[in-house]
Every structure is written in C-alpha cells, then in structure tokens.
C-alpha cells in the first residue's frame, strides 16, 4: 500500500511564501516513490509581497492558502482539516513564508512562535511519532515543535544556527546534499537552498529527504 505524505505550503515564492524549487521536487520524489501526496496551508493573510524581480515590497495583500494554490494547481486544502491519523509522515519545503507566514522567524527570531493552525497540525504528527521532514528554514521552528535537545540542520548559517541553540535545539552542520536525523523525535532535516547553488543541488538533499521519510513512515 502506498504512503500517505502531507506537504504544508506557505505560499508562494522563495522571498514571501514557499520556495517553488523545494516544493516541487519535494511533490516529485514523493510521486516517483509511489507516495500519495495532500498540500495544505493556513488560510491567513501573507506577511507581505514581495517583487521577485526587484526585491522590493509591493503595496498588496495576498492570501497563503490560495497562493499555495499555485504550485499544486489548486489542490491544497487549509492546514485545520490536516488530520495526522489520515496520513504516514508530514513534510514542510522552505522559502521565507515559513519564517514570515508559518511563523514570525524572520523578525522575532529565537522568539519566535509558530502560526496556531499549522503548529497544532504539526504536533498532531509529533505525538502519534509520525515521521516529520524538515527543509531549508523550516528546520528553524524544530524547537519550537519539539522542544528542547531536538537535533536539527539548516546547513552552516551562524545565525540562524544561533537562533535553534537559543531556542534549545542542536544544530549540526550539513552538507547540502545530506540530511540529519532526529530518530528519537522522528525529525529528518536537510539545507537545501540554504545551500544550493542550483536546482540540481537542492535536489540532493531532498531525495535524500524524502527517503528517509518515506522509510522511517
């Protein structure tokens, strides 16, 4: 029987939602390795918007749920119908939109807390021991889900690396195409475009990812 694998999205686009590259060779290793896939995302306003082009802030509001959408071509559904006994293993690709829409990472830093809906869906797969992926920035609220001694990577970024250790986590230096695992907590995290130079990098650690998700669910 095939794996059952929920992804939660945080939007779209690497600088204010979920980084397209991780979310779809995430879908992709998870469809070559005969795993069914379900999106979801919180149906909340983004942080912001941002011009991919330029960088800059853009005077509009959109919503996380519905531009998720994009990648999965309209097929994701909001984060509180996300029920961990539905489903194997649970993974989060990276971008910004977890720092800035998941969470407020990205300006309270270790203070960080969590979006409510998304953390009360995440800990779901956290008490049931259902393995949990990680990638990118995402493994920056592993802390925060699990609590203290969790062992995690976002590769070899000092501060961000700093951040997890003042929140009680333990960072391990990574290589882009490894990843790290947490067995007693079921965590597997890797770098990915914390790292990557390019596509095919970030592909490296994310099949490695996915696998061992997929062989820990």
Sequence with gaps: ????????????????????????????????QGAQVTFFAPDIPQAHVINHLTGDEMPEQRNVLIESGRITRGKTLDVRELQAKDFDALILPGGFGV????????????????????????????????????????????????????????GSDAGTAGAIEAMGGIHQNCSVDSI???????????????????????????????DKVLEMA
């Design 99 to 154: 720092a800035k829409n998941l969470s407020n990472f990205a300006s309270k830093g270790a203070d960080c807390e969590v979006e409510e809906n998304t953390l009360k869906a995440i800990l779901q797969f956290k008490e049931a021991k259902k393995p949990i992926g990680l990638m990118c920035i995402s493994p920056a609220l592993s802390a925060k889900i699990f609590g203290t001694g969790v062992t995690c990577t976002i």
């Design 1 to 32: 029987m095939s794996k059952k694998v929920a992804v939660i999205l945080s939007g779209c686009g690497v600088f204010d939602g979920a980084e397209i590259h991780e979310s779809v060779l995430t879908a992709l290793r998870l469809d070559q």
């Design 180 to 210: 790290v695992v947490d067995e007693g907590n079921c965590l597997v995290t890797t770098p990915a475009y914390m790292l990557a130079q390019s596509i095919r990098q970030a592909a490296t650690g994310i099949n490695a990812l996915v």
